[in-house]
């Protein structure tokens, strides 16, 4: 009797184990950051033309575009169904807040070596808070009477790709007296679930075949080396040592050449792990790191990296001072 009693009371210990990871893996979920839409922010004049290297350029303004009562009760009515169903949330005007406390929000940073980073105010925010999913919302309101209904659109986007991954758009019912939020929320209720699944879809693939980003090698003049120079006896290139890093180092070796020159190698479609070997997230500057030391350890190369929001990194051969 007593072995039977300890036998069954160890299944139901494995079956609640079981069921405990089961349901931990099951609300693993892409975090998610919800900014308004370019079209919003052109429509309602939060877009600054800025010169970039003699190229006018529009980049929207989110500190004023944050000022409009309307823009940050819709970010907070979608961040909230978003919260219902168990996505981890990066606010907008926290990160703005924190990046502004640390005078990060230039137009371009100059590292040690005199390299210009060109990043902007949306990478910056992105680098910042590293949210899997960029979630885009617009809206508009159409009054018809003392009627009103609400439109609007929702875009998942990959953030470090720039991919859509997710869409959901309608107009909801025609309502008196009904204030914007929910105005909103019912127009979003019955799309949400299908919002959802696509979401999903997405993560649970980018967990499979890790997370897509790029990457770019960049040679300064006077470096030790250049990508085409030959490294070993077999007449093998710098460029092709660093092709079978990027091998060993990918996720399932997954990576596009899309460009190579003595200066400069562009790659896409790089597939990094989700998860470094402590178990923390690993991301693009992680990846521009450990290919840095690489090259320090290997071939004694003064080098530098950055990552230009969550989905670029940059890596410079002899863009170091000794």
Do not use: C
Not at 79 to 89: F, V
Not at 230 to 242: M, P, R, Y
Not at 256 to 277: C, D, F, H, N, W
Not at 283 to 311: C, E, H, M, Q, V
Request: hydrophobic share 35%.
């Amino acid at each position: 009797m007593t072995n039977k009693y300890f036998k069954n009371n160890a299944i139901t210990l494995m079956l609640l184990l079981s069921s405990t990871l089961i349901f931990s893996q099951a609300v693993n979920k892409p975090s998610i950051m919800v900014f308004p839409s370019d079209d919003w922010m052109e429509n309602n004049n939060y877009m600054d033309t800025v010169d970039n290297q003699g190229t006018q350029t529009k980049v929207p303004n989110y500190a004023r575009a944050l000022l409009n009562d309307d823009l940050t009760q819709v970010i907070s009515t979608i961040e909230g169904l978003m919260k219902e169903r168990n996505y981890p949330l990066t606010n907008l005007s926290s990160t703005l807040k924190d990046i502004t406390d640390r005078n990060a929000l230039a137009n371009a940073e100059t590292s040690e070596d005199g390299a210009s980073t060109s990043e902007g105010p949306k990478d910056k925010l992105l680098s910042t808070a590293r949210p899997d999913i960029v979630l885009y919302v617009f809206w508009k309101i159409n009054s018809i009477g003392p009627k009103k209904s609400i439109t609007f659109r929702l875009s998942g986007i990959d953030a470090g790709t720039n991919k859509p991954q997710a869409t959901a758009d309608g107009t909801g019912n025609e309502l008196i007296g009904a204030t914007l939020p929910v105005m909103l929320k019912t127009s979003v209720l019955s799309h949400i679930d299908n919002f959802n699944s696509q979401l999903m879809t997405f993560f649970e693939e980018m967990q499979v075949k890790g997370r897509e980003v790029s990457v770019e090698i960049q040679v300064f003049d006077g470096a030790p080396k250049n990508l085409n120079s030959e490294i070993n006896e077999d007449g093998d290139e710098l460029s092709d040592d660093l092709k079978r890093w990027m091998k060993s180092n990918t996720v399932n070796g997954a990576f596009t050449l899309q460009t190579k020159t003595a200066t400069k190698m562009q790659l896409v479609s790089v597939r990094i792990p989700l998860r470094g070997e402590d178990g923390a997230a690993y991301t693009t500057d992680d990846f521009g790191t450990a290919l840095r030391k690489y090259l320090k350890k290997t071939y004694k190369f003064p080098s530098s990296n950055y990552s230009i929001g969550t989905g670029k990194a940059v890596i410079v051969i002899g863009g170091k001072s000794q």
